[in-house]
């Protein structure tokens, strides 16, 4: 029993002492890779183990493809500019309208009006009350673009909910319902 205490003494002693190193020097790490991480080169030649990590996205996934960059600041020059400028890079097809209306409905017909007429759903519950209607304005190519991409008035952005031909398409079908107002 004594020789037990006299172990354990020691063992204590033992352990005290190597706790009470040198701090400035490296000490064990217990899992280094936790700490340092390996750094991988994923746009590297080679890939990941030998392995090509730029491959085609998982269905059903957005894709980054066709982000086309927008420099035309949210301003209301750059408003101006964009609706002296920006022209419609698409044709105007049948494809293209009938693209154009789908989104227009899930993202622009509950404020504007399936007509365009500024008479939505919100409108007509009075969540949003002033929503202009088509023809009572002078619109662009440009400037529906723009307002798309930045918002104006109470209205939000949806850069984010739309690519770039999206965008196109959508003011395809809102010129369309413009001319069918007048």
């Known amino acids: 029993m004594k020789s037990l205490k006299i172990i354990i003494a020691l063992a204590v002693v033992a352990t005290s002492l190597s706790s009470c190193n040198d701090k400035r020097k490296p000490q064990v790490q217990f899992m280094p890779d936790m700490y340092e991480s390996v750094p991988y080169n994923v746009n590297g030649a080679e890939g990941i183990n030998g392995k090509m990590v730029n491959k085609l996205p998982v269905a059903g996934t957005v894709s980054r493809n066709g982000v086309v960059a927008y420099d035309i600041p949210d301003t209301n020059d750059g408003y101006e500019k ?18 154009g209306k789908v989104l227009y409905d899930i993202y622009c017909a509950s404020c504007h009006g399936t007509k365009g007429d500024g008479n939505g759903v919100l409108s007509q519950r009075d969540k949003f009350n002033g929503i202009p209607n088509y023809a009572d304005r002078e619109l662009t190519p440009g400037n529906i673009y723009h307002v798309i991409m930045y918002g104006k008035g109470v209205m939000g952005s949806h850069a984010s909910q739309l690519q770039y031909n999206e965008r196109w398409q959508v003011v395809q079908y809102v010129e369309k319902l413009r001319s069918e107002l007048k």
């Open 82 to 99: 964009a609706k002296a400028e920006l022209k419609n890079p698409l044709p105007t097809t049948e494809v293209n309208l009938e693209k």
